[in-house]
């Protein structure tokens, strides 16, 4: 890879110098207390930002968080985001209450050598990600403008064509943070040549979302194993009736197709569990798939399906895992999640956990992050990553 690292910025000294660093300080709130609900990929950036702080470097955070329309929105400051952030350094970080208004200039201009600032969300700004280059470029020239030197260590982004993302790269000298390092290496070793059986498990809600995905690995896998809402649509295009579950109708086609080329290679729920409604405390009960009542919606994959799935990794040598099993949040149909992710565990195989919710399954159901090989902060990125696509972010670095 012809990118250069943050080690080399580091060996050119960065004391007295402002870095700007692309972070992804994207994290889950709490919806009815605003409190962050997982702090994984706060941590995931500690290496590079401790590294920059230690070396004396004038520090200058920027992320996005959440999805505002280009405009402020308190809802998605950062301000909490701070201040869990200046726990873990264990040092304060100065926020600023705009990304490149007054505030932000007055904060960035006050910093002492091996402190830190974080801008206010990028989104908050329409420039961020705008389809229109002039636009973009406007924005990214007063982002640059704060920064001597530019790290990306936004893995969760870099399949974004934003301006902090791909544009503030073409302006100053750039380089990969310790994370973005780490994430490529791990994901170039599942498309390079994995160590065989290959084994992929899929869950998550839709399968439009995952559509590209499934293409691009089902040549290079042994075995797919699908869970999550998205098994219902395929157990559909086998002809089984799913009563209120999630459907995609639009795709039920598409999907027999896969099942049609997949060789086999595809293994679906056997049994699920099926609820009267979307609802902690709704009655549920396991059914054999053929049997999901025409009011009922599966909400989970069954014991059964565990061990079934459990037997496919138990013989895996390399294993990839994006996306629920079902809706582990509810403590009744979070069997499956966690069973599926205890095998992965037990598994004699390199183990990669992709994605942000995969990643906070992980930790909500108090599994061991050391058993797993990797674990990725990136959802989006690391399915683009394996379909092949090139990303933004990483192409930025590359030049
Ligand atoms: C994510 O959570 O997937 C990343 O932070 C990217 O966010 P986005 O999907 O809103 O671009
Ligand atoms: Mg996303």
């Given at each position: 890879?012809?990118?250069?690292?943050?080690?080399?910025l580091?060996a050119?000294?960065?004391?007295?110098?402002?870095?700007?660093?692309?972070a992804?300080?994207?994290v889950?709130?709490?919806?009815?207390?605003g409190?962050?609900?997982?702090?994984?990929?706060?941590?995931?950036v500690?290496?590079?930002?401790?590294?920059?702080?230690?070396?004396?470097?004038?520090?200058?955070?920027?992320?996005?968080?959440?999805?505002?329309?280009?405009?402020?929105?308190?809802?998605?400051?950062?301000?909490?985001?701070?201040?869990?952030l200046?726990?873990?350094?264990?040092?304060?970080v100065?926020?600023?209450?705009?990304?490149?208004?007054?505030?932000?200039?007055?904060?960035?201009?006050?910093?002492?050598?091996?402190?830190?600032?974080?801008?206010?969300?990028?989104?908050?700004n329409?420039?961020?990600?705008?389809?229109?280059?002039?636009?973009?470029?406007?924005?990214?020239?007063?982002?640059?403008?704060?920064?001597?030197?530019?790290?990306?260590?936004?893995?969760?982004?870099?399949?974004?064509?934003?301006?902090?993302?791909?544009?503030?790269?073409?302006?100053?000298?750039?380089?990969?943070?310790?994370?973005?390092?780490?994430?490529?290496?791990?994901?170039?070793?599942?498309?390079?040549?994995?160590?065989?059986?290959?084994?992929?498990?899929?869950?998550?809600?839709?399968?439009?979302?995952?559509?590209?995905?499934i293409?691009?690995?089902?040549?290079?896998?042994?075995?797919?194993?699908?869970?999550?809402?998205?098994?219902?649509?395929?157990?559909?295009?086998?002809?089984?009736?799913v009563?209120?579950?999630?459907?995609?109708?639009?795709?039920?086609?598409?999907?027999?197709?896969?099942?049609?080329?997949?060789?086999?290679?595809?293994?679906?729920?056997?049994?699920?569990?099926?609820?009267?409604?979307?609802?902690?405390?709704?009655?549920?009960?396991?059914?054999?798939?053929?049997?999901?009542?025409?009011?009922?919606?599966?909400?989970?994959?069954?014991?059964?399906?565990?061990?079934g799935?459990?037997?496919?990794l138990?013989?895996?040598k390399?294993?990839?895992?994006?996306?629920?099993m079902?809706?582990?949040?509810?403590?009744?149909?979070?069997?499956?999640?966690?069973g599926?992710?205890?095998?992965?565990?037990?598994?004699?195989?390199?183990?990669?956990?992709?994605?942000?919710?995969?990643?906070?399954?992980?930790?909500?159901?108090?599994?061991d992050?050391?058993?797993?090989?990797?674990?990725?902060?990136?959802?989006?990125?690391?399915?683009?990553?394996?379909?092949?696509?090139?990303?933004p972010?990483?192409?930025?670095?590359?030049?």
């Amino acid at each position: 890879m012809s990118i250069r690292t943050l080690d080399d910025l580091l060996a050119e000294g960065v004391s007295g110098r402002r870095v700007l660093v692309r972070a992804d300080l994207n994290v889950p709130l709490d919806k009815q207390t605003g409190a962050i609900s997982d702090d994984g990929r706060i941590r995931a950036v500690l290496p590079t930002l401790g590294a920059l702080v230690e070396a004396g470097a004038k520090v200058v955070v920027c992320s996005h968080l959440g999805r505002p329309k280009g405009a402020p929105d308190p809802q998605f400051s950062l301000g909490p985001v701070a201040g869990r952030l200046g726990e873990l350094l264990g040092a304060p970080v100065h926020i600023a209450t705009d990304t490149v208004g007054e505030s932000a200039r007055s904060t960035v201009a006050d910093l002492a050598d091996g402190q830190v600032a974080l801008l206010e969300n990028l989104r908050f700004n329409a420039g961020e990600t705008s389809k229109d280059e002039a636009e973009r470029g406007a924005f990214a020239d007063q982002l640059a403008a704060f920064g001597d030197a530019y790290v990306d260590d936004a893995f969760g982004a870099v399949h974004r064509k934003h301006a902090s993302v791909f544009d503030v790269p073409a302006r100053l000298p750039h380089v990969a943070g310790r994370l973005v390092l780490r994430e490529v290496e791990v994901l170039s070793k599942l498309t390079a040549d994995p160590e065989r059986p290959y084994v992929v498990v899929l869950g998550g809600s839709k399968v439009s979302d995952k559509l590209a995905v499934i293409e691009a690995l089902l040549p290079t896998v042994d075995r797919l194993l699908i869970g999550g809402g998205m098994c219902f649509t395929f157990l559909k295009a086998q002809g089984l009736e799913v009563g209120t579950s999630l459907l995609e109708k639009d795709m039920v086609e598409t999907c027999r197709n896969l099942l049609e080329r997949a060789d086999g290679k595809i293994l679906l729920p056997v049994d699920v569990v099926v609820a009267d409604a979307f609802a902690p405390d709704a009655a549920h009960d396991t059914v054999r798939v053929d049997g999901i009542p025409s009011h009922r919606l599966g909400l989970d994959v069954g014991p059964e399906t565990v061990a079934g799935f459990s037997a496919a990794l138990s013989q895996a040598k390399t294993i990839f895992w994006n996306g629920p099993m079902g809706v582990f949040e509810m403590a009744a149909f979070a069997a499956g999640t966690r069973g599926i992710a205890e095998a992965i565990t037990k598994a004699d195989a390199f183990s990669v956990v992709g994605g942000g919710d995969s990643a906070a399954a992980v930790r909500a159901l108090g599994l061991d992050e050391s058993s797993f090989g990797h674990i990725s902060t990136g959802g989006g990125a690391s399915l683009e990553y394996l379909e092949g696509k090139t990303l933004p972010g990483i192409a930025a670095l590359e030049n």
